[in-house]
């Protein structure tokens, strides 16, 4: 668990967006709340620095190597995730525990060895890629086993922050889907996980299920020679990392009933399943190690009718983190949602532009992923209309990333209307470059 001095941590705030104005008889409520922490040890602000220059919150962090035989073919892929994971251990601040996991159908120590965790200065640094220079490829894949170690390794560790980076460049062929299910279930809330696939023999759906359910990025290398670039910035966000285990709690009065709570930027998750009960009426939805940054979230409420006239606070939206003793830190934001009856059309019919905005953004990124499991599938008529419907959104929000990474998947006829035709060829890893960014948001023009 988490425990942090408060002069140490970043100051959270929240803003809540929404129109309250409900018409007679109207029961469903949706607001956006943005929460930002700011003025942490690590922000290059114009505040003092809390930590000492290269010192941050205490951290341990897990780099999980895909040592199976397709590793080998090419050559380059081997070659370039031992360097990235030499690039990965030079940027560990002085102080960090760490280890190295070689992943094959079984998980290997590299090193430190022994069951332990090595701390980060210019001695272990070097040891640790001497022992990458023996790393070579064979055996299979079982990723849960990677996993399992990891959180072996990490969570004996008295720190703050636990993190794991994952490299893979294929499919989980050694193990069940259910074992690796079981897994992410159990190192589910024990430490936070950034996954990547190299090449384009892996499955993305098994890469980014890794990263949503331990909270952490997916994304695609689809040229080995991007490796090093790729994970010197993952080391570099997660030592900037700050809090961890922070929990949206919701509160709802009695008889209001929460339809959903999802992430919906950067990235569009949705954590309406993960909810824990907190106390009456409470529930906490986990949204994993924060450092200097900005999220927002979509909370869809039903509440009880009511007249004319008649308002009533919907829910109360706070941020928490647990301590060592078992209770709960709470960080001092907080935003209200409302709801009031009004029998003026024109407020109680006006859409928040927020809430509208994250409303396509999620649709988007579901468009897009029902476009390309109908195109695998062979319907190209149901995947040009998703596509084209996610064309469309993606042209309307301003998701220029998105909109390029659809036109090498479709020929865009119109993008304000969604017309498009299937492309007769498209490179695998344009697909999957796609697929795997596909719940990739772009944030609301204030």
């Known amino acids: 668990m988490a425990n942090f001095a408060k002069s140490h941590a970043p100051r959270f705030s929240m803003d809540v967006y929404q129109n309250e104005y409900l018409p007679e008889g109207g029961r469903e409520v949706n607001a956006i709340a943005t929460v930002t922490a700011t003025g942490g040890g690590t922000v290059g602000s114009a505040m003092t620095p809390v930590y000492p220059?290269?010192?941050?919150?205490?951290?341990?962090?897990?780099?999980?190597?895909?040592?199976?035989?397709?590793?080998?073919?090419?050559?380059?892929?081997?070659?370039?995730?031992?360097?990235?994971?030499?690039?990965?251990?030079?940027?560990?601040?002085?102080?960090?525990?760490?280890?190295?996991i070689g992943g094959t159908h079984v998980a290997n120590e590299v090193y430190p060895g022994g069951g332990r965790l090595a701390i980060a200065d210019a001695g272990t640094r070097e040891q640790a890629k001497q022992a990458l220079?023996?790393?070579?490829?064979?055996?299979?894949?079982?990723?849960?086993?990677?996993?399992?170690?990891?959180?072996?390794?990490?969570?004996?560790?008295?720190?703050?922050?636990?993190?794991?980076?994952?490299?893979?460049?294929?499919?989980?062929?050694?193990?069940?889907?259910?074992?690796?299910?079981?897994?992410?279930?159990?190192?589910?809330?024990?430490?936070?996980?950034?996954?990547?696939?190299?090449?384009?023999?892996?499955?993305?759906?098994?890469?980014?299920?890794?990263?949503?359910?331990?909270?952490?990025?997916?994304?695609?290398?689809?040229?080995?020679?991007?490796?090093?670039a790729d994970f010197t910035q993952i080391m570099e966000s997660a030592m900037g990392k700050e809090v961890a285990?922070?929990?949206?709690?919701?509160?709802?009065?009695?008889?209001?009933?929460?339809?959903?709570?999802?992430?919906?930027?950067?990235?569009?998750?949705?954590?309406?399943?993960?909810?824990?009960?907190?106390?009456?009426?409470?529930?906490?939805?986990?949204?994993?190690?924060?450092?200097d940054e900005s999220r927002d979230y979509h909370l869809c409420l039903e509440v009880p009718a009511a007249g004319l006239g008649q308002e009533m606070l919907a829910a109360r939206v706070s941020l928490v983190v647990p301590q060592a003793d078992r209770s709960v830190q709470n960080l001092g934001a907080q935003g209200l949602v409302r709801a009031v009856w009004t029998d003026d059309m024109a407020?109680?019919?006006?859409?928040?532009?927020?809430?509208?905005?994250?409303?396509?953004?999620?649709?988007?990124?579901?468009?897009?992923?029902?476009?390309?499991?109908?195109?695998?599938?062979g319907d190209f008529d149901g995947a040009t209309a998703k596509l084209g419907r996610a064309v469309?959104?993606?042209?309307?929000?301003?998701?220029?990333?998105?909109?390029?990474?659809?036109?090498?998947?479709?020929?865009?006829?119109?993008?304000a209307t969604g017309t498009v035709r299937l492309k007769t060829k498209v490179a695998e890893a344009d697909e999957m470059t796609l697929e795997t960014r596909s719940t990739k948001t772009v944030r609301v023009k204030k």
């Open 53 to 100: 220059a290269g010192r941050g919150p205490s951290a341990a962090v897990a780099l999980m190597v895909d040592c199976s035989g397709s590793m080998d073919y090419p050559p380059a892929k081997m070659h370039n995730a031992r360097a990235a994971t030499a690039a990965a251990i030079d940027t560990l601040r002085d102080g960090t525990h760490f280890a190295v």
């Open 133 to 228: 220079r023996r790393l070579s490829a064979g055996g299979g894949t079982a990723i849960g086993t990677w996993l399992r170690l990891a959180d072996r390794l990490l969570n004996p560790a008295d720190v703050t922050i636990r993190h794991g980076i994952l490299l893979t460049d294929g499919r989980n062929e050694h193990e069940s889907p259910e074992d690796l299910g079981a897994t992410l279930q159990a190192c589910a809330g024990r430490f936070t996980c950034d996954a990547r696939g190299v090449g384009t023999d892996w499955e993305v759906k098994e890469v980014t299920g890794i990263a949503s359910a331990l909270l952490g990025t997916a994304d695609i290398v689809a040229d080995p020679a991007g490796l090093t």
């Open 245 to 291: 285990d922070v929990s949206l709690r919701v509160w709802t009065p009695v008889g209001t009933t929460i339809r959903f709570v999802k992430q919906v930027a950067p990235t569009v998750e949705d954590l309406t399943a993960r909810r824990t009960e907190a106390g009456p009426r409470a529930g906490d939805y986990p949204t994993g190690s924060w450092g």
């Open 347 to 377: 407020a109680s019919t006006s859409i928040n532009p927020q809430v509208a905005h994250y409303t396509g953004q999620a649709e988007l990124a579901q468009a897009i992923q029902q476009g390309l499991d109908l195109r695998k599938a």
């Open 392 to 415: 469309q959104l993606a042209s309307a929000s301003g998701n220029a990333d998105t909109a390029k990474l659809l036109a090498k998947v479709v020929d865009v006829v119109d993008a």
